[in-house]
């Protein structure tokens, strides 16, 4: 069969704009417990490996390039393994990950029939575990015991769909709470879970994350793809899923392929040096009150809109999403070469104790926003 060079080429850019990626992991045999053998786990076991390798979560280690090491290791029941070991013996297959497990046979039913010929009618009980080989943290977790009238393959099938969607790269060292948004190289911070799942940009879903101000920004949006590839390259600290499909900005959608969403933000470290500015600016970019009491009730700031080019700026609107920023007025255009200064009262009643971070957006035609941000801690 002839394959059409295009076709890959194709694949492998969705695959880079969408941030695809695996993990490589080695399977060990399972266990076998209570009422079944070594060569009916073994058969079972080979199921749940098809099953996983049809998923595209992981890639599988094949054990006729490691049988070696893999029976080394497998002379222990995977239960009784240590985490040196798992250390050990993962980074000699060059793997990511180990899957272990225990698979049990548990009977439903016992005829008479059934004692003279040695059969019986049951479930079996399976139980897996992926374990991190740079720590020794679980990944994920599979478990689920066979339903009446179930065949052995679905139930597998469920196994496998349990590790996938149970399946998290972060290695727990307790380096960033996974509820609290996660600073990368001192500038991006990213939300902590991802948003879902979505066809096409979901304008609204962060349009109210921000009018809510979710843990404090207004300003939440979609990865850049240099951002993305950041992120996936980091996925223990940013936590992204090496299986799942990513946006990183509005083109990706394309309105057939299910996208998940991660949100990112900006923190700017703004220099108030302005050299060679040749597109308009604001004057400062942003305002940091640090402590402001409570008692003040509102503190007041202002910035310049900057217009250095030749043309006349139309300017569209300025915005705040949160309610507690008052912008004072102002003209709607700004002639060649000069500026205008922009008026703002920020409310701090009611909000003692709070760490507050705004963002004013000066819409221009024809141009991305310009930002002006506010940061302050209320005591």
Same mark, same amino acid.
């Given at each position: ?16 704009? $969408? ?33 996983? %390798? ?47 497990? $225990?698979? %049990? ?19 079996? %009980? ?7 080989? /740079? ?64 066809? /096409? ?16 920004? %207004? ?36 309105? /057939? ?43 007041? $700031? ?78």
């Amino acid at each position: 069969m002839k394959i059409n060079k295009y076709a890959i080429l194709l694949l492998l850019l969705v695959m880079q704009l $969408t941030g695809y990626s695996q993990i490589d992991i080695a399977i060990l045999d399972f266990d076998h417990g209570v009422g079944i053998s070594q060569e009916n786990v073994s058969g079972l076991q080979q199921m749940l490996t098809t099953e996983l %390798n049809n998923t595209k979560e992981f890639r599988i280690k094949e054990r006729d390039r490691s049988s070696d090491l893999l029976a080394e290791l497998e002379r222990k029941k995977g239960s009784e393994i240590t985490l040196e070991e798992i250390k050990k013996y993962g980074q000699l297959l060059g793997v990511d990950a180990i899957l272990v497990g $225990t698979i %049990n046979y548990q009977v439903r039913e016992r005829t008479l029939e059934d004692v003279q010929t040695d059969m019986s009618k049951g479930e079996y %009980n399976v139980d897996a575990r992926l374990v991190s080989v /740079s720590t020794g943290s679980l990944l994920s977790t599979g478990g689920d015991m066979q339903h009446s009238n179930e065949t052995t393959r679905s139930l597998m099938k469920r196994i496998a769909a349990q590790l996938v969607d149970n399946y998290s790269d972060k290695d727990g060292d307790g380096s960033a709470s996974p509820t609290d948004p996660i600073e990368m190289l001192g500038y991006l911070i990213v939300y902590p879970t991802d948003l879902g799942v979505f066809t /096409s940009y979901p304008f609204d879903t962060i349009d109210r994350l921000n009018r809510q101000a979710s843990f404090g920004y %207004n300003d939440w949006r979609l990865p850049s793809k240099e951002e993305l590839d950041l992120m996936l390259s980091n996925k223990n600290i940013s936590g992204l899923r090496g299986n799942k499909l990513y946006a990183s900005n509005l083109s990706t959608f394309s309105g /057939s392929v299910p996208l998940n969403v991660r949100l990112v933000r900006s923190k700017v470290i703004v220099s108030e040096t302005v050299e060679d500015k040749s597109e308009p600016y604001l004057s400062p970019a942003s305002k940091n009150f640090g402590m402001v009491p409570m008692l003040k009730r509102k503190v007041s $700031t202002s910035f310049k809109i900057v217009n250095p080019t030749s043309s006349t700026l139309e300017i569209e609107g300025i915005k705040c999403a949160s309610s507690i920023v008052k912008i004072g007025p102002y003209p709607s255009s700004i002639r060649p070469g000069e500026s205008i200064e922009i008026n703002l009262d920020i409310a701090t009643a009611k909000r003692q104790g709070m760490t507050l971070h705004r963002d004013v957006k000066v819409y221009i035609k024809d141009m991305e926003p310009l930002i002006f941000k506010i940061d302050m801690q209320v005591k």
